[in-house]
């Protein structure tokens, strides 16, 4: 606990943090980011010591003990469940017989989602808890600190204290006043408007069909039918799935609200594809996806046409279906920064990662520029927003 005359900052517990005061810096449109996500994923066992991920969130409260900025930290004995990823960065500290575990994240755990980092009433909280991280890593005798998928706002702050900025690439949905699925393909050229109904034909012609699940609806789902979908994208690449049974079933019934699932049944009924959404204020993000076996355009219907149409139905601005894919460009998601911030107090370090980000910076423009060319878009369209 480090007393200052703005307050208090000190280490927190979720478990003792007033759920309404966290969710009232973080606001609507980050589910995954208010207290009740972050504090399943702890009570769950998935963001936990034994998992790797040690929480060491901070708070700054003010004299009447009202918290006024929050950061969600981990302290990590890995790299994974990242998706910024630093493993060069792990050998290069290794080959010169330094550790660079343990570090500190700042990241919502196995979610590329962009949101903010440190939720602040204004600018000069967000401040202090940013030189409160710098000081608690070296505190805590870590090698680096890191704020992955960070807003820009966040971003900018930390530049100025010297942290290192890395950019990467994601693919967006936006929605500029769509009224139906076919409204939007008006954007598209002829060519790439067959191609991507001939590819949606495909699906209805196997007998695929789809259903919405929100809001009420999603409190009583049976997670026995639904899980293993979840668990066979991690199954088939050797992995355990990050995420329990336990979190989805509790996740639906406390923040039901926040919660999309988008599932694909076959003519008799049979569950064959699922994909499972967060539903902010504007934004829908698409996270999990499985399926029982695999169909020529199940995929693509399941993760991106779907949200598409339920973004149009329900006057959402945004679907954000996660990182990379170039395969998201043909179907009209375009592409859109990514930042994340990184404190690295070691001087040689921080010289060496600085002209391997500037230099990684310059490529990740050079490849948006071309996703841009390669949208499916008529040519006179300007991109907006």
Known sequence: MQDTEAGTI????????????????????????????????????????????????????????????????????????????????????HRNGLAYYPKLVSAIPFSPLVGPRIPARDSQQQERLIAALEAETGQRSCSTAHALFCREDEAKAMQARHWIRREGCRFQWHNRGYTSFDDWLGRFRAKKRKNLRRERRTVRDAGIRFTWQDGDAVRDLDWDEYYPLYAATYWRRGQTPYLPKSFFVQLCQQQSDSVVLIEGRDRNGELLALAFCLRGERTLYGRHWGCTRELDGL???????????????????????????????????????????????????HAAVSRFAEEERAHNAAYMASARAHLPFHREQALGP
């Not at 779907?306 to 395969?327: K, M, R, S, V």
């Open 299 to 349: 995929h693509f219907e399941t993760c991106y046409h779907q949200g598409i149409e339920y973004c149009i139905a329900n006057g959402l601005d945004y679907f954000d279906p996660g990182t990379q894919g170039e395969h998201k460009l043909l179907r009209g998601f375009e592409p859109v920064t990514t930042c994340s911030m990184h404190w690295i107090p070691d001087p040689r370090f």
């Open 10 to 93: 000190r280490t927190m517990d979720l478990a003792d943090v007033p759920a309404e005061d966290w969710d009232q810096l973080v606001g609507t449109d980050q589910p995954a980011m208010q207290h009740g996500f972050l504090r399943l994923l702890e009570s769950s066992g998935a963001a936990s010591p034994e998992t790797g991920w040690i929480p060491r969130h901070l708070g700054l409260d003010d004299a009447q003990g009202r918290l006024n900025a929050a950061l969600p930290l981990y302290e990590k004995s890995h790299s994974f469940g990242e998706f910024v990823f630093d493993f060069a960065l792990a050998d290069a500290w």
